[in-house]
């Protein structure tokens, strides 16, 4: 092996406790203050979801540290409607935008896009730093939002994750969970959106600007690819979700009236009779859906593209193999981040919108399988003719596979204008999209995290741990997730507090008692996930520089990785990401560091056997 | 372990099916005219969606039990980079199979929401309010009589703020269930006092939103006399899951006889038929 060097200035690391660990500028302890955020933040998300269920399957149920915690929202203990509903809210928001967008982007994302194209840092530094501060400021005004309870008789804004308006714009007069909890869950997206922004102008920049010498981009992980292509869309999305909170939040604060129409009678009050509920004229309530789901369908890839590329990645290590059609890998990773910006009109086909665009919405829905279709056709070819070994990276790398199927095939059902007037609001869509963008992200992130810990702090985590925590979480969200679509089809409702209603939900109580078994026992076991973690920091197995055998250049720099990854000489790529298996080379890897005869001549598209 | 994983992708396959397709929970039998021809573009899909989805578990079992690595250092995998002709292959095929199914699944959509209501339909207005339905009636003269939302005065219990000057509001009805005949298209006139909210009535396979600052005019024809659960499927504030109210489908005759009852008289009439009526089996 010869490696080609090219000498850099060494950046020393910082000394002072408070420049490396707090507000450091490194990109690798950014990363794991993203992962920590999201570990953080998952706990309480998980927590609430838990809550949920306890509430539908035994409403009325006794917990006493809920009525010392949020007297309104829980009194004695026992929950109140408006108290679920703040957890509904709570539970998507504080999931969707602080556990499936920090840690695959802001976290593994940060920590190692840098190190696989060869580059000392992220481009700007004390950019990225403020990104993930400001991230942290809006979890710290999330939580806050839980606790403003009080007079309101109520534990934080209630709205759903969407935060519909005019329900979410009127401010106290409708209703418990409108008041000033609602308005610190605009602030937080809105800061969250600033800190996104940040991270993904990084992100775009340090791809196009920083690759090594040899680093062309068919030449990257196809790690960096989805991170890239995560950039992107946060970069176009997020400033409408900005724009669309700071005229939410002048509705609710200065009277405008962008999303609350005329002639609003609500309360008992109307409109402009009264000082509680000054006049509004002329807004649109579709408005606010338009500007959320615009953001809000690309947000869906941002959480599941980073976990798309960690399976790829991983899958082609694990299966001794190339992936299967990089190059068509790449392409399918930007049609759907392009397709991605034209269909969030699915979301609204029965909002009152022209039915004519529903009819181009539902197409262009149906045409994004497409993509995703083909991207689980190479992840089988890559498992195809393969030599898998099963370690616990892997395991979470294939459950993803099989669940990123389960979730995202039903879109073909939710896609169709007509199936979504029986099917909107039921229990199908929570469930398609908790297995699809919740759950098989989450495995893509377990994936990664036992993947590269070894990388990250030098020890294994611990292998027996790991496969328990798969095979109990693997079949525990099947069990959760499956039987929410057959609710739906029933036609069960979501964001209810209580099914007690409704005669024609009684067939499903079996189903609902079954479904919170299975939470229960899931949530459980993750337990075993974050004590893997912390007690493998200091007390797992040792790891050398190059553990799993694999190709990419985090692999070919020291574990832990110095402060400037390369030790001040950056390294020189020679060939394609996945050199694994290479007829005549002396080991079934070559890393992207080697040079050598063994380089397969032509483009690589035409596979030989031997 | 790869078989071990294998075994239980194809379990996990099989037990996901059979729950779905063993019709224990399923759509609930349907009283619409468009319903059919809903269900079985449900049907069809459902079938696309069932093969597609076991036909990639069970590939991907099949690919961790068969391809295990030996551990023999002389054992390596297959060295290919993949085939540009099974990409234009499987992108193709599938494009045609799901962009054909969305194609086909905009039929119903057409055929309800693409052009008004017949003419001769059976016209309701719908004015939502937080946690409580309005049906308005136009009674005899088939004119709605003039509403405003300054006249709303719920303590009153003018919910929906008719214009009692108006001479054709005197014969109109409010009720907070829905009355409609059977077997005769309905047009609904949606609007929202409040926040927005949404009309859903399951065996009706029927689902729209009532915006506040808008009217949305939507029909669709029932096709079975009974007595049926109506509810608010969009989040509207703390009591959303108490917005109940229930749709009476009645034959044409008694709805001509109802709608001849002045205001008192056609409540007390439809809230005696709702109690004499059963529910309608849901399943």
């Known amino acids: 092996m010869s490696v080609e060097t090219h000498e850099v200035h060494r950046h020393p690391a910082p000394t002072g406790f408070i420049r490396k660990y707090i507000f450091s500028l490194d990109h690798k302890v950014i990363g794991i203050q993203y992962i920590m955020l999201a570990l953080a933040a998952v706990i309480v998300g998980m927590l609430m979801s838990l809550l949920m269920r306890i509430n539908l399957s035994w409403p009325g149920t006794k917990i006493s540290i809920l009525g010392t915690l949020f007297p309104g929202g829980a009194p004695g203990g026992v929950m109140n409607p408006e108290f679920y509903l703040s957890l509904v809210t709570m539970h998507g928001t504080i999931m969707v935008f602080f556990v499936l967008t920090t840690a695959p982007q802001g976290g593994f994302g940060n920590y190692f896009l840098p190190i696989q194209i060869g580059a000392e840092d992220m481009a700007?530094?004390?950019?990225?730093?403020?990104?993930?501060?400001?991230?942290?400021?809006?979890?710290?005004?999330?939580?806050?939002?839980?606790?403003?309870?009080?007079?309101?008789?109520?534990?934080?804004?209630?709205?759903g994750w969407t935060g519909y308006a005019p329900l979410s714009a009127l401010g106290a007069i409708a209703g418990p969970g409108q008041g000033m909890g609602m308005n610190l869950w605009i602030i937080s997206i809105a800061i969250f959106c600033v800190g996104s922004l940040l991270g993904a102008l990084n992100f775009i920049t340090t791809l196009l600007n920083m690759r090594t010498r040899g680093m062309s981009l068919m030449r990257m992980p196809l790690t960096c690819w989805a991170w890239f292509t995560t950039a992107v869309l946060?970069?176009?999305?997020?400033?409408?979700?900005?724009?669309?909170?700071?005229?939410?939040?002048?509705?609710?604060?200065?009277?405008?009236?962008?999303?609350?129409?005329?002639?609003?009678?609500?309360?008992?009050?109307?409109?402009?009779?009264?000082?509680?509920?000054?006049?509004?004229?002329?807004g649109s309530?579709?408005?606010?859906?338009?500007?959320?789901?615009?953001?809000?369908?690309?947000?869906?890839?941002?959480?599941?593209?980073?976990?798309?590329?960690?399976?790829?990645?991983?899958?082609?290590?694990?299966?001794?193999?190339?992936?299967?059609?990089?190059?068509a890998m790449v392409f399918a990773i930007f049609a759907i981040g392009l397709l991605g910006f034209f269909v969030w009109g699915h979301h609204m086909f029965i909002s009152g919108m022209s039915p004519y665009s529903a009819i181009a919405f539902s197409v262009l829905t149906l045409s994004i399988g497409v993509p995703s279709a083909v991207k689980t056709f190479n992840w089988l070819g890559t498992l195809w003719g393969g030599r898998i070994r099963f370690a616990t990276p892997m395991l979470f790398a294939l459950g993803f596979v099989s669940l990123f199927v389960a979730g995202g095939i039903t879109g073909l059902i939710l896609g169709q204008s007509s199936l979504d007037l029986p099917m909107h609001d039921t229990y199908i869509v929570p469930a398609h999209f908790h297995l699809v963008m919740g759950v098989?992200?989450?495995?893509?992130?377990?994936?990664?995290?036992?993947?590269?810990?070894?990388?990250?702090?030098?020890?294994?985590?611990?292998?027996?741990?790991?496969?328990?925590?798969?095979?109990?979480?693997?079949?525990?969200?099947?069990?959760?997730?499956?039987?929410?679509?057959?609710?739906?089809?029933?036609?069960?409702?979501?964001?209810?507090?209580?099914?007690?209603?409704?005669?024609?939900?009684?067939?499903?109580?079996?189903?609902?008692t079954f479904v919170t078994i299975a939470a229960i026992t899931t949530i459980t076991v993750q337990l075993l996930f974050y004590?893997?973690?912390?007690w493998s920091m200091f007390k797992g197995k040792k790891a050398g520089d190059n553990p799993w055998e694999a190709t990419t250049l985090e692999w070919s720099t020291t574990t832990p990785p110095p402060h400037d990854n390369f030790a001040g000489v950056l390294p020189t790529v020679y060939r394609g990401p996945y050199e694994f298996a290479v007829p005549g080379a002396p080991n079934d890897y070559l890393m992207q560091t080697e040079s050598g005869a063994e380089e397969p001549s032509g483009n690589g598209h035409n596979g030989h056997k031997h | 372990m790869g078989r071990v994983l294998a075994v239980i992708i194809w379990l996990l396959t099989l037990l996901s099916v059979v729950i779905f397709f063993n019709k224990k929970w399923w759509l609930p039998p349907a009283i619409s005219d468009h319903a059919p021809a809903l269900d079985r573009q449900f049907l069809l899909t459902i079938i696309i969606v069932g093969i597609a989805f076991s036909a990639a578990q069970i590939g991907l079992g099949w690919m961790v039990w068969k391809y295990r690595d030996s551990g023999k250092a002389d054992d390596r995998a297959l060295y290919t980079h993949g085939s540009n002709r099974l990409e234009v292959v499987w992108t193709v095929i599938t494009a045609i199979v799901f962009i054909g199914l969305g194609v086909m699944g905009q039929r119903v959509w057409a055929s309800l929401r693409l052009h008004d209501a017949p003419a001769g339909s059976y016209s309701v207005e719908v004015v939502a309010q937080q946690f409580q339905w309005n049906f308005h009636y136009s009674g005899k003269d088939n004119v709605f009589g003039r509403t405003d939302p300054s006249l709303i005065d719920d303590s009153a219990l003018n919910f929906i703020g008719i214009d009692e000057s108006d001479p054709s509001a005197k014969d109109d009805s409010v009720t907070s269930s829905l009355v409609i005949p059977v077997n005769r298209p309905v047009e609904l006139k949606l609007r929202s006092k409040d926040v927005i909210h949404s009309f859903w009535v399951p065996p009706l396979r029927f689902k729209q939103d009532l915006v506040p600052g808008m009217e949305i005019k939507v029909h669709f024809t029932a096709n079975k006399v009974g007595k049926y659960e109506l509810a608010c499927a969009e989040l509207c504030g703390q009591l959303h899951f108490k917005m109940k109210s229930y749709m009476l489908v009645l034959p044409e005759d008694q709805i001509t006889a109802l709608r001849a009852l002045p205001q008192e008289q056609f409540q007390t009439k439809v809230q005696e038929l709702l109690t004499n009526t059963p529910l309608a089996p849901s399943y």
């Not at chain 1, 730093?129 to 809006?138: A, E, P, R």
């Not at chain 1, 909170?245 to 009236?257: E, F, M, N, P, Y």
């Not at chain 1, 004590?531 to 912390?534: A, E, I, R, S, T």
């Open chain 1, 234 to 282: 946060a970069l176009l999305s997020f400033p409408v979700l900005l724009g669309g909170g700071i005229l939410l939040l002048l509705d609710r604060l200065a009277g405008t009236s962008f999303f609350i129409p005329g002639g609003l009678y609500v309360s008992g009050v109307l409109s402009g009779s009264n000082p509680n509920f000054p006049l509004h004229t002329g």
């Open chain 1, 440 to 512: 098989a992200s989450i495995f893509g992130m377990f994936a990664a995290t036992y993947f590269w810990f070894p990388k990250m702090f030098g020890r294994f985590m611990n292998e027996r741990l790991g496969q328990i925590h798969f095979w109990v979480t693997f079949v525990g969200v099947y069990s959760i997730f499956v039987p929410m679509h057959v609710m739906g089809l029933v036609g069960m409702p979501r964001r209810f507090s209580s099914f007690a209603e409704y005669e024609y939900l009684r067939a499903l109580d079996p189903l609902v």
């Open chain 1, 124 to 159: 700007f530094p004390v950019l990225n730093m403020l990104s993930f501060w400001v991230t942290f400021v809006g979890f710290i005004v999330i939580l806050s939002a839980i606790f403003l309870s009080g007079s309101e008789s109520t534990v934080g804004p209630i709205g």
């Open chain 1, 531 to 534: 004590f893997n973690v912390f």
């Open chain 1, 285 to 327: 309530p579709i408005l606010w859906q338009h500007l959320f789901w615009f953001f809000g369908h690309p947000e869906v890839y941002i959480a599941i593209l980073p976990g798309m590329g960690a399976t790829s990645h991983i899958l082609a290590t694990f299966a001794r193999k190339p992936v299967f059609g990089y190059r």
